[in-house]
């Protein structure tokens, strides 16, 4: 069984432009939440999608923003880079996301603003 | 609002001994799960073990084991007979029940296996 798979793993963007970062999930994960990771503050809770609906937020600017396909991968967007958006973007998935089972993580977006 | 911390950034330890990493939490919630997650330097999380508030027993799986002290808030996981490849960092999780996957992360203890 396929895990979960981010893609790209690096990525170099220039300060202002945008970013756009792909998950799949593994198969039959409904599940997909997405998180940021940095020296500074560790790691963030971003969102978390589920059948293509956002349940649950976290305190990230409107620049933070994602969605769910119908086959449950996902993809985050950020707009107008800042420096300090530099982190390594890690997504997660489960079945449900509720049943405390714990999830499944991929191994991270690099992601270096310029 | 819900915290975790690891009051060890680094510890060390000699291949086949036995070593203890720290985590309390603060939070008002009833139920809730913890879990310890590990990040070798592929970056990968990997779920190492877990725990539901509501068990007192505390949770098994090889040569892990945590110690789960629910009225102090404390979540120690122990790793018994360590191994080169658990060197990575450890992050100690919280989830409140039907949270979605929303984690709250401590800061992480790196952990060195030395052989």
């Known amino acids: 069984k396929a895990g979960v798979t981010q893609t790209p793993r690096y990525l170099i963007k220039t300060r202002g432009q945008q970013v756009t970062l792909s998950c799949s999930p593994i198969s039959g994960h409904r599940s997909v939440s997405w998180y940021q990771q940095t020296p500074g503050q560790g790691l963030q809770f971003l969102f978390e999608y589920f059948s293509e609906t956002q349940r649950n937020k976290g305190n990230f600017p409107g620049r933070f923003s994602g969605r769910q396909f119908s086959n449950s991968r996902s993809e985050m967007n950020v707009s107008t880079l800042e420096l300090g958006d530099s982190a390594l973007y890690l997504c997660?998935?489960?079945?449900?996301?509720?049943?405390?089972?714990?999830?499944?993580f991929g191994q991270g977006t690099r992601l270096t603003v310029v | 609002a819900q915290t975790v911390t690891q009051s060890q950034p680094e510890m060390s330890v000699q291949e086949a001994e036995t070593v203890t990493l720290s985590c309390t939490y603060d939070t008002s919630e009833n139920n809730y799960y913890l879990f310890w997650y590990k990040q070798p330097p592929s970056r990968q999380m990997i779920l190492v073990i877990r725990q539901e508030a509501y068990k007192q027993q505390n949770a098994t799986e090889n040569r892990f084991s945590v110690n789960f002290q629910k009225a102090a808030k404390s979540f120690s996981l122990k790793i018994s007979d360590s191994q080169l490849g658990d060197t990575a960092m450890y992050f100690c999780?919280?989830?409140?029940?039907?949270?979605?996957?929303?984690?709250?992360f401590g800061s992480g203890t790196k952990l060195n296996v030395k052989p």
């Open positions: 999780a919280f989830m409140k029940q039907d949270n979605f996957n929303k984690f709250y």
């Open positions: 997660a998935s489960s079945l449900e996301g509720g049943s405390g089972r714990g999830a499944f």
